[in-house]
């Protein structure tokens, strides 16, 4: 079982649309929690980090805690072609602290 | 402003051969990592220096060893290269360890390829 498991998708999202993503752990302690954006043979770039249950907005970002569900979501709202990506989801467990886990990665398509 | 700096960018190895990944970073971070990433794998952690002078295994050490020269440079050393290490090579560094780590800054990456 993998300790952070995403769809790999691709996720295909029209233009304008909300792009929504989950992740779910496996650790019950974990404490924070990240969202990577990747695009295509590039290195991976924070855009979202929320440590406590509830929403949290930057810009079209929303991400969205739920630690009693142990899953993270993050929502991409007017999706446009730039936010065509992989988004990877990382965790700090707490039997690995200060060592994130990474998800596989959602890749997103969007299309005009 | 160059954030962290990996070389090199593409290396191409015969198996048994030995390289070194070098990493060095400018923002004066405390904690330094390296990653590989596989399709389908996400990243997983090799080695990570959770500050100068001392560095802890990751989820997939063997192979591979790590120095953290001083607080800008963590190399990375394939001592007999295999080509279940054909993968692309990620530092990291940020600026705490811990809990809250999370805030990772990314190299461009290093693609290897093992023959």
């Known amino acids: 079982q993998k300790e952070v498991e995403q769809n790999s998708g691709p996720l295909s999202v029209p233009e304008g649309a909300i792009a929504s993503l989950n992740c779910t752990y496996s650790?019950?302690?974990?404490?924070?929690f990240f969202w990577y954006r990747q695009y295509s043979g590039k290195s991976p770039e924070l855009i979202m980090s929320?440590?406590?249950?509830g929403d949290k907005e930057d810009g079209r970002f929303t991400a969205q805690l739920n630690k009693a569900s142990q899953y993270v979501s993050l929502l991409i709202r007017d999706s446009q072609p730039s936010d065509s990506a992989t988004y990877l989801c990382?965790?700090?467990?707490?039997?690995?602290?200060?060592?994130?886990?990474f998800g596989a990665g959602t890749q997103v398509v969007v299309t005009p | 402003n160059a954030g962290v700096t990996q070389t090199p960018k593409f290396q191409v190895l015969k198996t048994g051969q030995s390289m070194t990944l070098q990493c060095a970073q400018d923002?004066?971070?405390?904690?330094m990592y390296w990653y590989r990433q596989d399709p389908g794998m996400g990243l997983r952690l090799i080695y990570y220096?959770?500050?100068?002078?001392?560095?802890d295994k990751g989820e997939v050490p063997n192979g591979y060893n790590v120095s953290r020269l001083n607080k800008r440079e963590f190399s990375l050393r394939l001592e007999s290269a295999a080509p279940s290490q054909t993968s692309v090579y990620f530092c990291?560094?940020?600026?705490?360890?811990?809990?809250?780590?999370?805030?990772?800054?990314f190299g461009e990456g290093s693609r290897l390829t093992v023959l």
């Open positions: 220096s959770a500050s100068e002078g001392t560095t």
């Open positions: 990382a965790v700090n467990m707490r039997d690995s602290w200060g060592k994130l886990q």
């Open positions: 650790d019950r302690g974990s404490q924070s």
């Open positions: 990291a560094s940020s600026k705490t360890s811990g809990g809250n780590t999370g805030e990772l800054f």
């Open positions: 929320i440590y406590s249950n």
């Open positions: 923002m004066n971070h405390n904690s």
